[in-house]
């Protein structure tokens, strides 16, 4: 989506907000009923000083005239993201599945599966990939079930689905940050091994970190295509950490059936398959608790997410 796109998308939506026509937007701004036409339909590159003009009569800020409209999205009352940093407690992020479809709630936490970090850039990427995810899961449940996409639908994503080029783009890298997830999930799971108690966790000193190490990163490296150890403790070992533990429970999607432990699949089932979804909340819990009695009265315990439903 380009300036011009953004502009007119915008406009028309601020416009019919207010239940402004085109004709009294255009007389307010001192422009003709037509140019406000051109670029609505984005024909009509507008200068900055027409800009400012179509902002003060809508009673904005030009700014957002020129904001992609992802970015302005506030976030739903209903999925309430929660971060209390006391050091004893996790981060809670709640997902709200029972008044939200499960593709909406899918893509809610597969967007801090991939971005977990608590940063505004991380926020900004889950802004971003979360509609993308809504978008391509619709698209493949309509080639699926063409009399689904035929019929009416009830329920719409809560976020503006983005432009095919730019769901592609950010699908992309999302599934690049799965790949590292997974890869660590693979490594991470044979060092937990069946019991916590007696783990190789129990003997990293006080206040270590047993993931974000470089024997860990040694072992992770085969599957990630990096040699280069400082690369894979910083890119992929400390963003994987808070959740580890999603990770570890999609790896079992497979294990139990729910499809095949790849990209693609996964998205699918949770986003689609309610059932894999609460599996998925439900394995994820069972091994932050398992990853937590292996690092208690450690400080890296607080950084695991804890997803909540609601």
């Not at 140019?35 to 000083?49: C, F, M, T």
Request: with cysteine; charged share 20%; proline share 6%.
């Amino acid at each position: 989506m380009d300036i011009r796109e953004v502009l007119a998308l915008n406009l028309r939506r601020h416009r019919e907000k207010q239940g402004l026509s085109q004709r009294e937007v255009a007389d307010g701004a001192q422009i003709t009923r037509t140019y406000v036409s051109g670029i609505e339909r984005s024909h009509h590159a507008a200068g900055i000083d027409v800009v400012g003009r179509l902002a003060q009569v809508l009673g904005l800020n030009p700014n957002e005239l020129l904001i992609h409209p992802a970015l302005q999205q506030a976030p739903d009352p209903r999925t309430k993201v929660i971060f209390p940093f006391a050091p004893e407690g996790h981060n809670v992020v709640e997902i709200p599945i029972s008044i939200m479809p499960t593709y909406e709630c899918g893509a809610f936490l597969l967007s801090f599966f991939g971005y977990p970090e608590m940063s505004s850039r991380a926020y900004w990427r889950r802004i971003r990939i979360e509609p993308a995810i809504c978008n391509m899961v619709l698209q493949r449940q309509a080639r699926r079930d063409p009399a689904w996409a035929e019929s009416t639908q009830t329920v719409r994503p809560s976020n503006l689905l983005p432009s095919e080029r730019d769901a592609t783009r950010c699908v992309r890298a999302f599934y690049k940050q799965v790949e590292r997830r997974f890869a660590v999930a693979r490594v991470i799971g044979d060092i937990i091994g069946d019991d916590p108690e007696t783990s190789w966790m129990k003997q990293v000193p006080e206040g270590g970190h047993p993931f974000v190490s470089e024997k860990v990163a040694e072992l992770i490296a085969p599957f990630v295509g990096d040699k280069e150890i400082v690369n894979i403790l910083s890119r992929v070992l400390a963003p994987s950490f808070p959740v580890v533990h999603v990770a570890l429970a999609l790896k079992w999607l497979h294990l139990y059936g729910f499809g095949c432990f790849e990209n693609a699949s996964i998205v699918e089932e949770v986003c689609l398959n309610r059932q894999a979804l609460l599996f998925t909340l439900q394995t994820a819990e069972t091994f932050r608790s398992w990853v937590s009695s292996a690092l208690q009265r450690r400080r890296n315990v607080a950084s695991l997410i804890q997803f909540k439903p609601t």
